[in-house]
């Protein structure tokens, strides 16, 4: 089945610890984004991608590191300069980075200790 | 740069009763407009959306929701909610530009009580 991946699903880490979460889609898409959620808060950009070797900024990338060697992979760092990093990550994907509608993971839910 | 705006937070409704959620928007260029629905602790899935011509869209689980450019609304309506359509419900907005990315809203928390 086509779709996107999100491991792993929670994830616990200690404070002033990097944390990787590995986001992988086999649909082909070109564009690939990160978001958080936080209760109240909707979902924020923290970076995007549209092509491999390139990615953006988004709202909130302070803290955050993000690669893009291959079309499938979009992994996010959280690193300890993240100040508040216990939250909710999507990742998503979409065929290109205009009008078309994105496919999102499962999310992976992140609490630091 | 542009942005989203979901009126309610929460909305609570009877059973069989219709709903609105509302949305309005704000962009100084063309958008496409989207609305999703995200159960506990899951990914957002797609309910519908409007890329161009008749303004009004329908969308998966008898969902529908109204372009109107001049009001900068796009809202969500159903006519007669289930218990299972207990849910957050996200408008998003993304501009007819390369290189942007999907800005969502704040979300609205639908409860729909027997």
């Known amino acids: 089945d086509g779709g996107i991946t999100q491991s792993p699903k929670y994830l616990f880490r200690k404070e002033g610890q990097n944390v990787t979460l590995s986001c992988e889609q086999n649909l082909n898409h070109d564009a690939m984004y990160w978001y958080r959620q936080d209760p109240g808060q909707g979902l924020r950009l923290i970076y995007y991608s549209q092509i491999v070797n390139d990615f953006q900024k988004g709202d909130i990338a302070e803290g955050y590191s993000v690669s893009r060697e291959k079309k499938e992979s979009f992994p996010l760092t959280v690193t300890s300069a993240q100040k508040n990093p216990t939250a909710f990550y999507l990742c998503?994907?979409?065929?290109?980075?205009?009008?078309?509608?994105?496919?999102f993971g499962q999310g992976t839910r992140l609490t630091v200790v | 740069a542009q942005s989203v705006t979901q009126l309610d937070s929460q909305v609570p409704v009877f059973e069989e009763a219709p709903v609105e959620l509302r949305c309005n928007y704000s962009s100084s260029v063309s958008v496409y407009l989207f609305w999703y629905v995200q159960y506990p602790n899951q990914g957002l899935q797609l309910l519908l959306k409007?890329?161009?011509?008749?303004?009004l869209v329908k969308g998966i689980n008898g969902f529908e929701a109204e372009f109107n450019k001049s009001q900068t609304s796009f809202h969500l309506r159903k006519p007669s909610v289930h218990i299972s359509d207990t849910a957050e419900y996200f408008c998003a907005v993304i501009t007819n530009q390369a290189g942007t990315a999907l800005i969502f809203g704040k979300g609205t928390t639908l409860s729909v009580s027997s």
């Open positions: 998503a994907s979409s065929f290109d980075s205009a009008n078309t509608e994105a496919f």
């Open positions: 409007y890329l161009s011509g008749s303004t």
